[in-house]
């Protein structure tokens, strides 16, 4: 990443600490539903999340409500199976990486990852690059890019985006209508301040791994969407998720500490 990129970033976490430590004591507080500032969106995420009212002799333990849908488990791995490990090697360049599908047709990664169109066509991404139920990797499918079809590219110093054209099969047998996409929506009912976000990423080059729970939205600004998470080199690129699976930003960078 250039200079000027990580400058304009190191401002960004800056100017938002004062957000960022407010939201944090909300949410050590157990109060971080009240961490969004922005009530059309607070009511837009509760009107779609919230669970049953209860009146039972139970409770709720600690500062966090940890009640999850069945239903978590099964849409994470599906959405899951969009996400794809990216191996970019064109020149005397070499960059790691991870995507995801946002349509049958349509891949999207970063474009410090995938810088121009020269380097889509050495790139390669891989489907199904993790482990089974039984600890034994999974059959993998792999694919090139065609960016002759398509490509479009935003400068990492603007939005970090590359999405690119899904080109022809190269091993395996996953076709794009089994493997799924994340589709992309702006409606402001996918994300409010102080929830929780999931990862599905290739950190260090392993096979995909997920980071969920305890990984909190702190703050946003137009374009950007700050949150706390674990992350490596190769998680560029990565799908950020709401608890429903939804899509909500592309991860692009992480700052230390």
């Not at 209508?177 to 990862?199: K, V, W, Y």
Request: negative net charge; aromatic residues 8%.
């Amino acid at each position: 990443m250039n200079p000027s990129t990580m400058d304009a970033i190191a401002q960004r976490v800056k100017a938002t600490a004062p957000e960022r430590d407010r939201v944090r004591s909300l949410v050590a507080e157990g109060r971080w539903r009240e961490a969004e500032d922005n009530i059309v969106r607070a009511k837009a995420y509760a009107d779609r999340t919230a669970l049953p009212a209860r009146n039972r002799a139970e409770t709720i333990v600690g500062d966090t409500e940890d009640f999850q849908r069945t239903s978590f488990l099964s849409l994470g791995a599906r959405s899951s199976r969009a996400v794809a490990y990216v191996e970019v090697n064109y020149g005397a360049t070499s960059e790691l990486g991870t995507g995801f599908l946002i349509s049958e047709a349509l891949f999207i990664t970063n474009q410090h990852v995938i810088k121009n169109a020269d380097a889509a066509r050495g790139a390669q991404i891989t489907f199904d690059r993790e482990l089974g139920d039984d600890g034994r990797f999974k059959a993998p499918t792999t694919y090139l890019l065609d960016p002759d079809r398509f490509a479009l590219f935003s400068m990492e110093d603007q939005l970090d985006y590359a999405v690119i054209a899904l080109g022809e099969r190269r091993s395996g047998s996953a076709t794009p209508a089994e493997l799924g996409f994340m589709p992309l929506s702006n409606t402001p009912d996918r994300h409010q301040l102080g929830m929780n976000c999931n990862i599905v990423q290739h950190p260090g080059g392993l096979p995909k791994m997920i980071a969920v729970r305890n990984n909190t939205l702190t703050a946003r600004t137009p374009h950007t969407l700050l949150y706390e998470t674990d992350t490596d080199n190769g998680s560029s690129g990565s799908p950020v998720l709401n608890d429903n699976w939804e899509l909500i930003a592309l991860h692009h960078w992480g700052q230390p500490n």
